[in-house]
């Protein structure tokens, strides 16, 4: 039997319209554009308003464009996995609810959460499943709502974390094309640098917690940063090494989008030049597992069939990784 490869057939994206500017987290906490557009490089980013909306809102807006994009039909799903740190409720998953909200019915769907590295877990999750034959067609889905767990009286984090989703439609293909390989990581030894400590069933909500703001990201941002460029560039090197690519043979970089000094360091690591990575961390800031489906969904129209992509990611747990992906379609008339 041929070799199975699995393949991006087609990418959605969604971002909520709510706009926060610097200027508007300048009136909510000690700090300046000046300063966050130095440190971390972010000018706005969006955040989803409205009663009773959640991840999985965002998320159905994503896969309906890939509905409206491709000519997959709903009921043609085989599997849904939706990637997040911020599903809209304990139980049902996320990824439940936006398959019945978009009828694919023949699914089987359910959650996984690898916080800003979800994108790249569920991929190497997908590939799998691909591989071994046994499903077709495979909605991945990977976003967060982060703004429902930022504490917007702490300068060092709220100016960073936003909201948006990308989904990506995964296919077989015997054509040498796809998922060509990943190194993942997890180590949570990183937990006491970056977590959000309570909510979850080690420490259930109680009155004095949510005073003193344990329901939203604790980050201690000097280590973070650090580990981040370290681990990015060492798995993204080592991928390349094993695959035997050069910076030459890279197309696009698709780096997790939380400070573009990281994008930067990362880049200069590999030697890459900055018109060869994928920046939109400026306009949409750090949406965790939503950043490099959103990017995908940003530079679709630029990706040629054949292209050669490293995506890397660092993110809670710690977990963190890279994948070589060689692209599988050029642009389509939608
Ligand atoms: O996506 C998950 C992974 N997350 C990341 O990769 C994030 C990694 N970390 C970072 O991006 C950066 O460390 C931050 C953006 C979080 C912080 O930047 P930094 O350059 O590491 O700043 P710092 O924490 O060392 O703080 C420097 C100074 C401090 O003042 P003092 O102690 O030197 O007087 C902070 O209090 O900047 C101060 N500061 C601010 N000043 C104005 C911190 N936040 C702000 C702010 N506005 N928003």
């Known amino acids: 039997m041929e070799e199975l490869n699995a393949v991006i057939t087609c990418v959605g994206g969604y971002v909520p319209d709510y706009v926060l500017t610097n200027e508007e987290i300048s009136e909510l906490v000690d700090t300046t554009d000046e300063w966050i557009m130095t440190r971390i490089g972010i000018k706005e980013r969006r955040i989803l308003k409205g009663e009773g909306l959640g991840t999985s809102f965002m998320?159905?807006?994503?896969?309906?464009?890939?509905?409206?994009?491709?000519?997959?039909?709903?009921?043609?799903?085989?599997?849904?996995?939706?990637?997040?740190?911020?599903?809209?409720?304990?139980?049902?998953?996320?990824?439940?609810?936006?398959?019945?909200?978009?009828?694919?019915?023949?699914?089987?769907?359910?959650?996984?959460?690898?916080?800003?590295?979800?994108?790249?877990?569920?991929?190497?999750?997908?590939?799998?499943?691909?591989?071994?034959?046994?499903y077709k067609k495979i909605i991945l889905v990977s976003g967060d709502k982060l703004s429902s767990v930022t504490n917007y009286t702490d300068r060092t984090t709220c100016p960073i974390f936003a909201d948006g989703a990308g989904a990506v439609l995964i296919e077989p293909t015997t054509e040498k094309v796809g998922v060509?390989?990943?190194?993942?990581?997890?180590?949570?030894?990183?937990?006491?640098?970056?977590?959000?400590?309570g909510g979850g069933s080690a420490n259930p909500l109680t009155h004095e917690d949510l005073d003193n703001h344990r329901y939203t990201i604790y980050q201690e941002g000097k280590v973070v940063f650090k580990v981040a460029v370290t681990n990015m560039a060492d798995s993204s090197e080592l991928v390349m090494n094993r695959n035997g690519l050069s910076k030459e043979d890279i197309n696009w970089i698709v780096p997790h989008q939380a400070n573009i000094r990281i994008i930067d360091a990362v880049a200069n690591r590999m030697g890459v030049d900055r018109e060869k990575v994928m920046i939109n961390i400026q306009r949409l800031g750090n949406t965790s597992a939503g950043t490099i489906p959103l990017c995908l969904w940003e530079w679709e129209d630029k990706l040629k069939k054949g292209d050669n992509l490293i995506l890397t990611t660092f993110g809670g747990g710690f977990t963190w990784g890279a994948t070589y992906l060689k692209w599988g379609y050029d642009k389509k008339e939608n």
């Open 59 to 134: 998320g159905t807006k994503a896969v309906e464009e890939i509905f409206r994009k491709s000519d997959v039909k709903p009921e043609e799903i085989d599997l849904v996995i939706c990637a997040t740190t911020t599903p809209d409720y304990s139980f049902p998953s996320t990824a439940a609810l936006i398959a019945h909200n978009l009828g694919m019915k023949n699914a089987f769907a359910f959650d996984m959460e690898a916080a800003c590295s979800g994108f790249l877990y569920g991929l190497e999750t997908a590939n799998a499943f691909i591989k071994a034959g046994r």
């Open 180 to 197: 060509m390989d990943s190194q993942l990581y997890t180590d949570a030894s990183g937990f006491k640098h970056l977590h959000v400590w």
